[in-house]
C-alpha cells in the first residue's frame, strides 16, 4: 500500500496511506501477540517493535501532510 501510494497523486494517495497504518498497527497487535506468549523474546521484540513504531511515525505525518495539503486545495479562500 505504501509504495502504491508513493507513487499516485496527492489527492489519490490518502486512502492507501490510512490503510498502510492500519496494517502497520495489525502487525503491532500481533507482535505483542507473540511476545506475551512468550513465543518471541525481550530482545527480540523490542528491536521490532521500535521499528514498526518509526514506520508508524513516518506514516503519520506523512498522512497529515496529505490531509493539510488537501484542505488547503479545498479552502474557500483559494
Known sequence: MIVQASFLNKNEKQPYVRVGIRKIDTLK?????LWETKSLDD???IQ???????IGKMLGGWHGQIKTQLTKENSPNK
Open 48 to 54: 521490532i517493535s521500535e521499528k514498526l513504531n518509526e
Open 43 to 45: 530482545k527480540k521484540y
Open 29 to 33: 497487535i500481533f507482535l505483542m501477540i
